[in-house]
């Protein structure tokens, strides 16, 4: 059974760079009906989906963060990370990752899902 | 984006009830609705995809239905270990997926 492991800093000071990283067991980044997300979830409010890549390399992102997002893999080690840009407080949340499930009739789910990180970001 | 907008925000039940949760789409999604259990210290759990398709290993009282506009997640013999947090999603928009704010389901 396929289980994602969310780590990386739980604290980052405003203006830098939010890294984290998904490791995956029991299954592989590289292949099947598959994408690998991040969605995160800031105190008080909802789930928001950040942006997934596919085993081809083809990455999408909310469009609210794609000018300060980049996911990428690395498959020799099957993992995906997350780099966020120039954060402020606002970027302050949980963070998890996912597997984003393909189904038919382009319907898609997530699972399974990592345990969610929580990052701050203050000086 | 596509809101959705989740009702109640939360639900106090008891062991035994029949609880229903509402999820409703600012537009028509079709059946693209997915609903997640969560519990405070582990990972999101799906439950329901497709709005009615229950996920393998998924007990059976868990039950989803609904099409187009408005959802519902029904529970229809609450046990000790439901009271969580539930959440539905939308995956019409893909991949600009949205979910709801919530339902905590409370003893």
């Known amino acids: 059974q396929v289980q994602l492991q969310a780590s990386g800093p739980g604290l980052v000071k405003p203006s830098q760079t939010l890294s984290l990283t998904c490791s995956v067991s029991?299954?592989?980044?590289?292949?099947?009906?598959?994408?690998w997300t991040w969605i995160r979830q800031p105190a008080g409010r909802g789930l928001e989906w950040i942006g997934h890549?596919?085993?081809?390399?083809?990455?999408n992102y909310h469009p609210s963060l794609k000018s300060r997002v980049t996911i990428s893999a690395d498959t020799s080690k099957n993992q995906f990370s997350l780099q966020l840009t120039s954060v402020t407080a606002a970027d302050t949340a949980v963070y998890y990752c996912?597997?984003?499930?393909?189904?038919?009739?382009?319907?898609?789910?997530?699972?399974?899902w990592g345990q969610g990180t929580l990052v701050t970001v203050s000086s | 984006d596509i809101q959705m907008t989740q009702s109640p925000s939360s639900l106090s039940a008891s062991v035994g009830d029949r609880v229903t949760i509402t999820c409703r789409a600012s537009q028509s999604i079709g059946n693209y609705l997915n609903w997640y259990q969560y519990e405070p210290g582990k990972a999101p759990k799906l439950l329901i995809y497709a709005a009615s398709s229950l996920q393998s290993g998924v007990p059976l009282r868990f039950s989803g239905s609904g099409s187009g506009t408005d959802f519902t997640l029904t529970i229809s013999s609450l046990q000790p270990e439901d009271f969580a947090t539930y959440y539905c999603q939308q995956s019409y928009s893909s991949p600009l997926y949205t979910f709801g704010l919530g339902t905590k389901l409370e003893i």
């Open positions: 890549i596919f085993p081809s390399g083809i990455t």
């Open positions: 996912a597997r984003d499930m393909r189904g038919p009739r382009g319907h898609t789910w997530f699972d399974p």
């Open positions: 029991d299954g592989s980044i590289s292949g099947g009906s598959y994408s």
